[in-house]
């Protein structure tokens, strides 16, 4: 199996858009096939941001890979992998308690 497969390259947010969590690439692309989660496609104009859209699964297997991105190779094409997903179903606030 491919190094890639098993590397934590996605962050997880939660629907209000929170960081909770990672997941490698084999739980970032069947939790996004089985629309557990959405990905969200960072536009980038000379290494600024300039648009970022939440997408499904049929959305983000149309997308073209850009020289930066990582993939992995389908049976009949390349798969950007997603570096951000947002969950579908969960929304609970996290908070971080600490002593001051």
Do not use: H
């Not at 939440?54 to 993939?71: A, S």
């Amino acid at each position: 199996m491919s190094d890639l497969a098993n590397r934590c390259f996605s962050l997880v947010l939660n629907s209000a858009w929170q960081p909770i969590g990672y997941k490698n690439t084999i739980d970032a692309l069947s939790g996004l096939y089985s629309n557990k989660f959405k990905a969200l496609n960072i536009e980038y104009i000379e290494n600024e941001v300039s648009n970022m859209q939440p997408m499904t699964w049929v959305q983000w297997e149309k997308l073209e890979i850009r020289p930066t991105d990582y993939f992995v190779n389908g049976v009949k094409k390349e798969i950007r992998i997603p570096t951000v997903l947002i969950t579908v179903n969960f929304s609970k606030n996290v908070s971080v308690s600490g002593v001051w």
